[in-house]
C-alpha cells in the first residue's frame, strides 16, 4: 500500500514539475532572453509581479474580472465653468463682433471682389502687385459677408481647397461700410512640388487707408480694403459691379 | 524676396511629426464593417504626466515639485487638474467626450527611449523581442490590413500581413503625377490587387494630397481619410521632444506646455476631419514613460514610469479620471523616483481596440499583447 501511495507521490510531483501551464492556469509567455540567444518562458504573473514593486498590486485578476481598486474620479465642473467650456470656441476665425455697430442693410446683394497683395518692403505705403490672388464674386446678406461659390483662391497649395473660402470666413459688415472680421488668408503662393503652407488668419478692422462700401448706394459702390497680415506684405480687396438679388 | 517670421512656436509646430494611416480594408478581407475607428498620437521622448494632469489633491505634489506644476490649471474635481495646453480637450471634456488614465504606462521600467518607444509600439514583453506592433495585430484580427500612409511603416502598426505605404508628400511635379506604371502593373494583376492599385493610383492623384505637415493639419487629413465609408480605421501620429530635462516650464508658454498644445491642436484636427464619423471614434495618447515626480536640479524633470494616458472620440460618453492612485510620497513612488505605474497601459489599449475593431477582450488579451489575464478595464472607460 506504502507503494502505491509512493508512487502515486511520484505522478503527482512529476506532474506538477513537467505540466506546461502556470499556476494560474494560463499559458507560460513565451519572450525572448535579454541577451536574445534563447526563448525564456514565463508566467504572467511572475512578469508582472517583477515588474511591479510591492507598492503596485500583482496583477492575478482574471480577463473578465473588473480591476476592483482602479477608482473613478468624476469630472465635475461648477455651472460656471461648465457653461464657459462648453460654449469654448476654439476656432481660428473667432472673432468678437461686440465692439462693433453692425450695418442695418436688409438686402441682399451680390458683387465682384478681386484680392491683390501689397508689398511693403520697398516703400512704406505699399506696392500693390499686378495680379489677384483671389477673385470672385462676394455677397452681403445684411450685414453677413459671405464669398460667392465663384470665389477663388489663386495662391496654389491649400489655397485651392474651396471650403477656406466657405467656411473659414466670418465676417461682417460695420454700419460704417467696413468689413470686419477674420478670414483664412494665404500669403505666399505655393508652387508646385513645394511643401504647402497653412493659411494665416489675419483680423479684418475699420482700416484708415479704406473706402468703404457706401450703405447709400450699395449697387453703385467701388470698395477698396486694406488688410494688414505681415510686415512685409498685406491686402488690398476690391468690391464692385453690386447687383441686388 | 520675402521675409518669413518663424517663432520658435511654429518651428515647433511644423516640426517632429508625422502621420500614419492603416487599416484600408482591402477588397476580400473585410468580412463585417468594424464599429469604429481607433486613433493613437504618440508621445515621444516621455510625456509628464504629473504636468499634464496634476493631482493637486495628493500633498506631496507641491512639496516634490516646486516649479513645474501650472498656476492656471482647470480643476476637473477634487484631485485632479488639466493642465492650460489643454484648452480643447478641455471642451471635450465638458461635452463628456474626453477621459483621462492616470498612474499608468506599458510594465516597463528601465527608462531607456529605445526600448521604450519599441514595447509602446510593439506591444511586446521584451523590449525588441516584437517585429509587428499591437496596432497591427489587432487590425490583423480585425480582417482589415491594409495600407498605411507613412514615408516608413512605424511598428506599431505592422502587422503579419503585407501592407503597402503612401504619403502625400509634396514632390515636384506631384500636382500632375502619371500613374501609368501603378496602372500597368495593375492591368496585370488579378481582380483583387487590380482594385488595390486602382484605389492606390486615384488616392496618389487626389487633390487632398497636398497636406502641410504641422501635426494638426495631418490630423484633419487623417480624419477626413478615417471619415470616409471603406477608409482607413485607423491612424497614428508621432509627436516628439517631450524629454525635458531642463528647463520644463509649468504654463502652456513652456516647453512642456507648447508640446501638449501641439496633442491639443491634433486632437481638435482629429475632431474637425471626422466629422460626423467622430461620434465612433477613439483617440489615445501613448508614451513611453513617464518622468520623475521630484524636480531636478535644471528644471526640469528625468525619465521615469507612470504617467498620464489621455482619451478623446465620441466613443466615450462619460468624461471621468480612472486611477488606482498610488500617492506621492518617497515611500510610495517606484524605487523612490518615479510615479508607479497601477494600471497597465496595455489594459487601456485592449479596451480601445475593442472598441473599436469590435474584438473580443481575450483575443486582443492573447494575441494581440500575449497576456492572456491582462485585466478588462473597458467598463472603466466607456461605460
Redesign the interface.
Known sequence: MKKIYLLLALILISSQSYSSTCP?G??P????S?D?SYYVF?C??D??DK???K???S?????????S?????????SPG??DE??N?V?SKTDFDFSQYKLTNNKNDFQCRFSMTRI?Y?KIKEGQEEGWNIAEGNINIKGSNIEFGKQARWRMG??S??SSYLRDQVNIQLSDRGHLIGKMAYFN?K?N???????PLYPILTEHKRSTPINLNNIKNTSAKFYIDV????GAVMYINSCKEN | M????LTRRQFLKVSGASLFLAGLPLPGFTKDEPPGTISVILLEGGMDGLTAVPPFGDPNLSRMRSSLTPENY????S??GLHPSF??F??L???NNASVIHATNF???KRSHFEGQNLMQGG???P??EKTGWLGRALDLAKTPGRSMSLDMPLLLRGAHANDNFFPA???????LKTDLINMISNAHAEEGSSMFKKVSKKSTQ??S?????PA?LARYAGKAMAIKGGPLSSVIKVDQFDTHASQGSDEFGRHGERLTVVDDII?GYKEGLGDAWDKSIILTLTEFGRTVKENGTWGTDHGWGSAGLLAGGAITK?????????LAEG?L??KRDL?????YRSVCAACIENALGLD??LI?DKVF????????Y??IFS
Open positions: 494560474d494560463s499559458e509567455i513565451r519572450s525572448v535579454d536574445g514565463k504572467n504573473a512578469i508582472l515588474k511591479n514593486n507598492n503596485t498590486p496583477n492575478k485578476t482574471k480577463n473578465k474580472n473588473k480591476d481598486e482602479i477608482k473613478i474620479y468624476e469630472v465635475s465642473f465653468v461648465l467650456l462648453l469654448l476654439v508689398v518692403e497649395g491649400l485651392l481647397d505666399l505655393t508646385d512640388g513645394e511643401v504647402p503652407t497653412n505681415e510686415e512685409w506684405a | 520675402p521675409k518669413i517670421n482647470l480643476e476637473l474635481n484631485f485632479f484648452k480643447y478641455s471642451g471634456m465638458a461635452k510594465p516597463y521600467t511586446g514583453l521584451n525588441f523581442s509634396s514632390i515636384r511635379n506631384s500636382g500632375s487633390q487632398d497636398v497636406v502641410p505637415r504641422d493639419s481638435a468624461s471621468r479620471v480612472i486611477s488606482k492612485w498610488p500617492g510610495d517606484f524605487e508607479v505605474s497601477t494600471i497597465d477582450h481575450d488579451a500575449f497576456t492572456p489575464s491582462l485585466p478588462r478595464i467598463d472603466y
